[in-house]
């Protein structure tokens, strides 16, 4: 997810460089030490794939927490891939794919590839961004062009994050309240299609992120930050009894008495919990307001980091961003995705 007002000009990547150190998860040691991880999807994995100024990510107050500036990360801080990378083992996150390519460096490209753009879905919604389509693409023109062994894919994990944007799309095109259903039928299946595809090209440890609680986000619930809308998480409850579904057909197909291939990272309730505990306090974090996101526009017509023609700030952004769950009206703060990543690791230790 991200909303992004496109135009074009560039900011130079520095993100290979990015250390995993204090601040992300305390090291847990994983079953399974992938040599790699490959990630698709979205803005919930994206690490600094879109290189546009005009991308919030792009701007201030965007990645204060870390690195310190903005990194094309959505969040303070770290995201989902950084915890993950940090959780399976690897010295840094993998570079983002639009970084990789100005060298083509396999030492650069150890830890991985991630592939993943904000604001994409399975379908079009972000032009000129490629959807997971395109993004397994290229992974599969890498694999062709021998910068991975077999023994590098075989040997690594996939993430895949399809968070919600073909909806958000939907919705922002008209789409028609009747047509709802049978479209999350298609986004699901185009998942499963996708899934599948990761796996055939030799990835045995794929993790799919799955829809969080979509109607409590702070975009629906703007701007009184109370009470989530139940229309938007009956949705996102139906889209995850599909996936489960998918996946369960899935690793009945793939595993050969062995274990599973595939594994869904369950956001609806993992979410859900944190906001009713108001924090997740095995981890100490706590989150008093946990509908209220840390950065918004001063009006609907404005978003974090946005601001007027003469360069006034057009956002509220909290003192502490460690005390808030939401960073803006879509996005975890850092603090929220460990606070997230941390009940999720149950889900992760059967890998
Ligand atoms: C993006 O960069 C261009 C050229 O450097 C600049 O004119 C523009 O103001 C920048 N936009 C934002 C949103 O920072
Ligand atoms: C993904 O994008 C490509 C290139 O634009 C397009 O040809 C393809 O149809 C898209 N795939 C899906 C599933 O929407
Ligand atoms: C909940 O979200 C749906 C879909 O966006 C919208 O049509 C509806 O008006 C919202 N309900 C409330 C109570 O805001
Ligand atoms: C938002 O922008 C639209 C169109 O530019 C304008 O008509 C509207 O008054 C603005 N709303 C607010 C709350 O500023």
Redesign the pocket.
């Known amino acids: 997810m991200a909303s992004n007002n496109l135009?074009f000009?560039f900011l130079s990547l520095l993100l290979f460089s990015l250390h995993l150190g204090q601040g992300s998860s305390s090291p847990v040691h994983a079953h399974f030490y992938p040599l790699k991880l490959f990630v698709f999807g979205d803005s919930y994995v994206d690490t600094g794939n879109i290189n546009v100024?005009?991308s919030s990510a792009r701007?201030f107050p965007y990645g204060i927490t870390f690195p310190g500036f903005p990194s094309g990360r959505f969040s303070d801080g770290r995201v989902l891939t950084d915890f993950l990378a940090n959780y399976v083992g690897l010295k840094r996150s993998p570079i983002p794919f639009t970084a990789w390519k100005k060298t083509g460096s396999k030492l650069r490209a150890k830890c991985g590839i991630n592939f993943a753009f904000g604001g994409t879905g399975v379908f079009d919604t972000l032009y000129p961004f490629p959807n997971m389509t395109t993004q397994i693409n290229f992974f599969q023109n890498l694999i062709a062009n021998s910068i991975f062994t077999s023994y590098d894919i075989h040997s690594s994990i996939a993430l895949v994050s399809p968070s919600g944007n073909d909806y958000s799309f939907y919705l922002a095109t008209n789409g028609s309240p009747e047509g709802v259903k049978p479209f999350v039928i298609s986004v699901v299946n185009q998942i499963s299609v996708n899934l599948k595809r990761i796996y055939k090209l030799g990835v045995k440890k794929i993790v799919v992120v799955g829809l969080g609680p979509v109607g409590c986000y702070p975009s629906p619930t703007a701007p009184s930050f109370k009470k989530c809308n139940e229309t938007m998480n009956s949705l996102a409850v139906f889209h995850n009894t599909l996936l489960k579904q998918a996946v369960e057909k899935l690793n009945s197909e793939t595993k050969l008495g062995g274990s599973p291939n595939f594994f869904i990272l369950n956001m609806y309730d993992t979410v859900l919990s944190i906001i009713k505990n108001k924090g997740n306090p095995k981890v100490g974090a706590t989150f008093q307001t946990p509908l209220k996101p840390c950065c918004f526009g001063v009006s609907s017509n404005f978003s974090c980091g946005s601001v007027d023609e003469h360069g006034n700030k057009m956002y509220t952004l909290c003192k502490r961003p460690d005390l808030a769950l939401f960073w803006d009206t879509v996005h975890p703060t850092q603090k929220g995705w460990f606070a997230t990543f941390n009940s999720l690791i149950s889900t992760l230790k059967r890998i």
């Open positions: 135009l000009s100024n005009t701007n």
